[in-house]
């Protein structure tokens, strides 16, 4: 600007005196309105603020989680430009309108010589007489040459040609009105208005994807983003933090508002069905909603993989019989199985969840759904995902079938194998799995206090259990405001969370935590090789009930070793808050004890393990305890000789 200024006093000198005077005032002026600008727009805390969100996306007494760039220069080399998948095959001769199965003229002409001779379906039933979630059977083959009427929910379709040979065959899922299930739930949601007599209604849309991130949704899936959060209102829980390892133990206490282990559930049970667990869908079916359950990938689905699954249909409307047949048939899987025909298989799973909302949209309905194969395995197919969920939300929104539903669409953790996970960035973010609400626009607007609640809690640390405690409020709704306790461990997210809460508070394990800060340590300290030695050992010991199968592991290198400092208001207390099945942290204001966090290599396998680790120094003798154990690279058919699910990222088959 002085530059500026003297450049206008030259002009200015060059000028008649009385110019001159004039040209000066006009400078004057000019100044003066540039300084009252300046300081009208000064805000001495700008810096302040701006610093704070830049950096934690947590920021309260009890927990502080980092604000990470999610192309942070750690992890720009595993990021890479997924090309996009084009199911490309000849247009499909048969296709689906509402309830009707079509022939596709245009197709039949241009592709197929018109010389089609007949089409006919089998029908794919699960059959009632055998108890398991694994069984479909065809029923016999109907033949048709024209458009017809389908009843059946699900159908394999072939069409054959004028010489007997098969010119094309197809899978179609129908979204169909069961008579039993409409006079069930007509007869108990009745005597559920009478009985509880909710102040309002919802419906809930539960729709999850596999391992994607916070961070990684936002690399890889903007269209999506900015749909929900710029057009429907959604909003993004940044603090909501994982509280166990993979999907199953996540999505239990989401659902189940219980730990696995509280169920009660472990290895011992994995040929006991899940039947009589209660989960919020069957919670729903009784009180009258219409129920939508569906996965992909089903020898990997939530409750089958090394699991018993459902001896009977867990919703009204279950998709695992028609995703058996599908599964079975390998001509139809095409680009490394994610298309299924001309149509990602993502795609079908979404097409038949929408044919569900859209037929309900004026009945008490939930839908639960989670997609897993696209995103499981690679961090940047998460890419190919963000155009069909884009036009997924983008049809539910333009014709209002959310209108009245609570929505909840997540992941259960980020990417937990692979090079990025051995990044500081990818520690952080397998934790803090993505997590968008939307809520019902009765509820924005008649109770505002709840959606400003939801609000000021998407940047408090959040968990599974707060999701289900918030299920609570809306499943019998008195639009009475719940308070927060900060010793619960879950909490209803219509009210806000305790700036004091902590992981322990919330009962996540310090080895999922992302509030603790961490300090670097040598991985040739002496205590750091002591408690990499004693990892080995410990993964040995558990092995050892598999006998021969799995090899003795040795310590190959200690790759990186952190020490955990806790909040130090944790550090004060003398007794569990909670009694979880050995899950919660006793400490003592006079106990000498540090936790590490530590990375190392195994042989043979070159399993790469992550451990938190307890240790207890004394005068008489240090103590070793192992909080929790995580493989992040893949182990692929390394454990192919057990099937005990928890050990299998363990073991090295001999």
């Not at 927990?63 to 430009?81: A, G, H, M, R, W």
């Not at 929505?407 to 259960?412: A, L, N």
């Not at 700036?499 to 509030?515: F, M, S, V």
């Not at 307890?614 to 058919?637: C, H, P, Q």
Request: contains cysteine; aromatic residues 12%; proline residues 4%.
């Amino acid at each position: 600007m002085a530059g500026a200024d003297f450049s206008f006093l030259s002009s200015c000198q060059r000028l008649r005196r009385r110019q001159q005077f004039l040209c000066l005032i006009l400078i004057f002026v000019s100044q003066a309105i540039l300084i009252v600008t300046l300081l009208s727009s000064y805000n001495p805390w700008a810096v302040a603020e701006s610093d704070a969100v830049k950096t934690f996306i947590v920021n309260t007494v009890g927990c502080k989680i980092p604000n990470i760039d999610p192309f942070d220069q750690s992890v720009y080399e595993f990021l890479n430009e997924t090309t996009s998948i084009i199911c490309y095959s000849a247009p499909p001769l048969t296709y689906t309108d509402g309830r009707y199965l079509r022939i596709n003229r245009t197709a039949l002409n241009l592709h197929y010589n018109d010389s089609l001779d007949f089409c006919q379906y089998e029908t794919i039933i699960r059959p009632q007489d055998e108890k398991s979630d694994n069984a479909f059977r065809y029923l016999r083959a109907v033949q048709f040459s024209d458009d017809l009427d389908v009843r059946s929910e699900f159908v394999r379709v072939a069409c054959f040609g004028q010489q007997g040979s098969m010119l094309y065959s197809n899978f179609h899922a129908f979204m169909i009105k069961k008579d039993e299930v409409e006079t069930k739930c007509a007869k108990e949601h009745d005597s559920f208005l009478k009985q509880n007599r909710p102040k309002e209604v919802f419906n809930f849309f539960i729709l999850g994807m596999d391992s994607v991130s916070r961070l990684n949704f936002i690399r890889h899936m903007p269209r999506t983003r900015s749909l929900l959060v710029d057009k429907m209102g959604a909003i993004e829980l940044q603090g909501y933090n994982k509280v166990a390892d993979n999907t199953y133990v996540n999505l239990v206490p989401m659902f189940a508002g219980k730990y696995v282990e509280e169920l009660p559930w472990d290895e011992r049970f994995s040929e006991i069905p899940f039947d009589n667990f209660t989960f919020v869908w069957n919670r729903l079916s009784k009180l009258g909603y219409r129920t939508l359950y569906a996965e992909d990938a089903p020898q990997i689905a939530i409750f089958n993989y090394n699991k018993a699954g459902f001896h009977k249909p867990p919703a009204d409307y279950y998709l695992r019989p028609f995703s058996l047949a599908l599964e079975d048939h390998g001509s139809m899987w095409k680009h490394d199985h994610d298309c299924v025909g001309n149509k990602l298989e993502t795609d079908v799973v979404l097409d038949w969840i929408y044919e569900f909302e859209e037929t309900f949209r004026d009945d008490a309905h939930l839908s639960f759904a989670f997609i897993t194969r696209l995103t499981h395995d690679n961090i940047n197919k998460a890419k190919l995902a963000d155009d069909p969920y884009y036009n997924f939300f983008r049809k539910m929104h333009t014709k209002n079938l959310l209108d009245n539903t609570f929505v909840i669409f997540y992941s259960d953790h980020g990417m937990r194998f692979g090079g990025i996970r051995q990044t500081y960035v990818g520690k952080l973010e397998e934790r803090l799995p993505f997590m968008y609400l939307i809520l019902p626009k009765k509820l924005v607007k008649d109770y505002s206090h709840f959606a400003a609640a939801v609000k000021v809690n998407a940047n408090r640390l959040s968990t599974p259990f707060d999701i289900y405690e918030t299920l609570n409020d809306l499943i019998n709704f008195s639009g009475m405001q719940r308070i927060n306790k900060v010793t619960s461990r879950g909490m209803t997210l219509f009210s806000e969370i305790p700036l004091e809460r902590t992981c322990e508070h919330a009962t996540i394990l310090p080895h999922w935590c992302t509030c603790h800060e961490m300090e670097e340590i040598s991985t040739e300290d002496k205590t750091v090789v002591q408690i990499s030695q004693y990892i080995v050992r410990h993964i040995n010991n558990l092995l050892k009930i598999h006998g021969p199968r799995c090899a003795l592991l040795t310590l190959t290198s200690v790759n990186h070793a952190q020490k955990i400092l806790p909040n130090d208001k944790v550090m004060q207390y003398i007794s569990s808050l909670h009694d979880v099945l050995g899950r919660t942290v006793r400490f003592s204001s006079k106990q000498q004890f540090a936790e590490y966090q530590l990375m190392v290599t195994a042989h043979p396998g070159g399993g790469v393990f992550e451990a938190t680790v307890r240790f207890i120094g004394s005068e008489k003798e240090d103590t070793i305890e192992i909080v929790d154990v995580s493989r992040i690279n893949e182990y692929a058919l390394q454990s192919a000789c057990i099937d005990f699910h928890s050990h299998k990222k363990f073991c090295y088959c001999q």
